[in-house]
């Protein structure tokens, strides 16, 4: 089988992407095959701790052709839940025919100026590839010098605030996840919260909605050579979801400097003295997902690959989707997933 197009990964920027491929009147699962790793839809939500909520009411977290149905059940934004039953209808409602279960090893570069796709089921010979792999699957976890003897886990591993009932609990990150986790687990344990710098939340009234634009406006003002009056970084770092506010209100969100090492029982900080914890939780980010894109040769700094909008600046037949600013304004995010598909499909040529 040789389609013209191989998306990897069926998340929200899968979709987005089998969405247009779609609407430029390729057939799904023939002209197009969208590959997944998952044995479920909804991507990197469907791993999401329960509690996690959206930045953005649902018209402004919606995927192209279809909006997110209201949520109803409270006054704050969507829940993961919500958000994953959205994909998996959406999935269904386009007849995406995604292809669960395979795990693509490689991409390398096959005979007649095709790409060949390479998974534990098999190959595909390809005249374009759409990598739409995301972050979830590469936690990152800054080293430290030391050892700590108690519980260590990731985002990625965080579930519930229950399971730390009673504990001293080390927050490492200054994000939206730690100002969050932070917020559910500080009512059941005794919390610190660890950052680079100062954490900086945004006014009560700015959301996702605002974070968007604000990355649509910089980077067309950078295709357009207009100087550069910077992004949603200006603003602040952490949007005021209820559960944040809430916590504000109960006077916990303090933060203070990073640790100098890792101690047995907990941390040593710059000033020499040590504070004993039961768990750290890492809240520091995760990395692209590109290991399957390593034959390629294409990674430049800090791991990326160079893009030209979503095409790899050394190889026009591989595109980047869903990755960060890098690869398409707030390409990471659900309306912002639509709107780099719409110029993805674009710059292929079939529409």
Same mark, same amino acid.
């Given at each position: 089988?040789?389609?013209?197009?191989?998306?990897?990964?069926?998340?929200?920027?899968?979709?987005?992407?089998g969405?247009y491929?779609?609407?430029?009147?390729?057939?799904?699962?023939?002209?197009?095959?969208?590959?997944?790793?998952?044995?479920?839809?909804?991507?990197?939500?469907?791993?999401?701790?329960?509690?996690?909520?959206?930045?953005?009411?649902?018209?402004?977290? /919606?995927?192209?052709?279809?909006?997110?149905?209201?949520?109803?059940?409270?006054?704050?934004?969507?829940?993961?839940?919500?958000?994953?039953?959205?994909?998996?209808?959406?999935?269904?409602?386009?007849?995406?025919?995604?292809?669960?279960?395979? /795990? =693509?090893?490689? =991409?390398?570069?096959?005979?007649?100026?095709?790409?060949?796709?390479?998974?534990?089921?098999?190959?595909?010979?390809?005249?374009?590839?759409v990598?739409?792999?995301?972050?979830?699957?590469?936690?990152?976890?800054? *080293?430290?010098?030391g #050892?700590?003897?108690? @519980?260590?886990?990731?985002?990625?591993?965080?579930?519930?605030?229950?399971?730390?009932?009673?504990?001293?609990?080390?927050? =490492?990150?200054?994000?939206?996840?730690?100002?969050?986790?932070?917020?559910?687990?500080?009512?059941? *344990?005794? #919390?610190t919260?660890?950052?680079?710098?100062?954490?900086?939340?945004?006014?009560?009234?700015?959301?996702?909605?605002?974070?968007?634009?604000?990355?649509?406006?910089?980077h067309?003002?950078?295709?357009?050579?207009?100087?550069?009056?910077?992004?949603?970084?200006?603003?602040?770092?952490? =949007?005021?979801?209820?559960?944040?506010?809430?916590?504000?209100?109960?006077?916990?969100?303090?933060?203070r400097?990073?640790?100098?090492?890792?101690?047995?029982?907990?941390?040593?900080?710059?000033?020499?003295?040590?504070?004993?914890?039961?768990?750290?939780?890492?809240? #520091?980010?995760? @990395?692209?997902?590109?290991?399957?894109? #390593?034959?390629?040769?294409?990674?430049?700094?800090?791991?990326?690959?160079?893009?030209?909008?979503?095409?790899?600046?050394?190889?026009?037949?591989?595109?980047?989707?869903?990755?960060?600013?890098?690869?398409?304004?707030?390409?990471?995010?659900?309306?912002?997933?639509?709107?780099?598909?719409?110029?993805?499909? @674009?710059?292929? /040529?079939?529409?």
């Amino acid at each position: 089988m040789k389609p013209a197009v191989m998306v990897i990964g069926g998340g929200q920027a899968g979709l987005a992407t089998g969405f247009y491929l779609r609407r430029a009147g390729l057939v799904p699962g023939e002209d197009f095959v969208i590959l997944d790793a998952a044995d479920r839809p909804g991507g990197a939500w469907a791993r999401m701790w329960p509690t996690l909520r959206t930045f953005s009411p649902t018209q402004y977290s /919606s995927l192209p052709g279809w909006m997110m149905p209201p949520w109803t059940q409270d006054s704050g934004y969507p829940l993961a839940a919500h958000v994953v039953d959205y994909l998996t209808r959406y999935e269904q409602r386009y007849e995406l025919a995604v292809r669960r279960n395979v /795990s =693509v090893r490689s =991409v390398t570069r096959g005979d007649h100026g095709l790409l060949r796709v390479t998974s534990d089921r098999g190959e595909w010979l390809a005249e374009q590839v759409v990598s739409a792999t995301g972050t979830w699957s590469r936690p990152f976890v800054p *080293a430290y010098p030391g #050892t700590f003897g108690g @519980r260590q886990l990731h985002t990625a591993q965080y579930r519930q605030a229950s399971d730390f009932t009673g504990e001293r609990v080390l927050i =490492v990150g200054g994000g939206n996840s730690a100002a969050q986790i932070l917020a559910e687990v500080s009512r059941v *344990a005794e #919390t610190t919260w660890a950052t680079l710098r100062p954490p900086r939340f945004l006014p009560d009234d700015v959301d996702g909605r605002a974070l968007f634009e604000i990355a649509t406006r910089r980077h067309r003002a950078r295709q357009l050579g207009e100087p550069d009056k910077g992004g949603v970084s200006g603003l602040g770092d952490i =949007v005021m979801v209820d559960s944040v506010r809430e916590a504000r209100d109960r006077d916990v969100l303090h933060a203070r400097k990073p640790f100098a090492q890792l101690v047995e029982r907990g941390v040593r900080w710059d000033d020499g003295s040590e504070s004993s914890f039961d768990t750290i939780i890492w809240c #520091t980010g995760f @990395r692209p997902a590109l290991g399957h894109l #390593t034959a390629l040769g294409l990674r430049g700094p800090e791991g990326r690959i160079p893009t030209n909008g979503t095409q790899a600046v050394k190889e026009s037949r591989l595109h980047l989707i869903g990755y960060g600013d890098w690869t398409g304004p707030a390409s990471a995010t659900l309306i912002g997933a639509g709107r780099t598909a719409r110029e993805l499909i @674009r710059s292929l /040529s079939i529409e």
